[in-house]
């Protein structure tokens, strides 16, 4: 498994933004596709935004289209979670992953966005 460490989460106001990052223990050059889920108490745990190795083709559900954007650091093992004109229902415990022949998950990253 790959081993993923996230850091970056915080509090903001609304319309705020944050940048998530996500170390990989290896070289994301092996790695199928990283991404990002989100998981709000109550809820089940969603995809944010997600990007495929070699391709790096990304997805984003609508309603983070166009406010969050996903990129990676091939130098640093490291993807990141660039989230602008942040919304109170975005706040969530935010969770890195990664898909090398079976997934991988970080430890989570608490986001509160305050209206």
């Known amino acids: 498994q790959v081993h993923l460490v996230e850091s970056g989460g915080g509090s903001v106001q609304a319309g705020g933004s944050l940048r998530l990052s996500c170390a990989a223990s290896?070289?994301?050059?092996?790695?199928?596709?990283m991404g990002w889920y989100r998981q709000a108490p109550g809820k089940q745990r969603e995809l944010v935004a997600l990007?495929?190795?070699?391709?790096?083709?990304?997805i984003y559900p609508d309603s983070v289209k166009g406010r969050f954007t996903i990129s990676t650091d091939n130098a640093k093992n490291t993807v990141y979670l660039q989230m602008n004109s942040l919304k109170p229902e975005d706040t969530a415990v935010y969770y890195c992953?990664?898909?090398?022949?079976?997934?991988?998950w970080g430890q989570g990253t608490q986001v509160t966005v305050s209206s």
């Open positions: 290896e070289s994301i050059f092996g790695i199928s596709a």
């Open positions: 990007i495929r190795s070699g391709s790096s083709s990304t």
């Open positions: 992953y990664a898909l090398k022949y079976s997934g991988s």
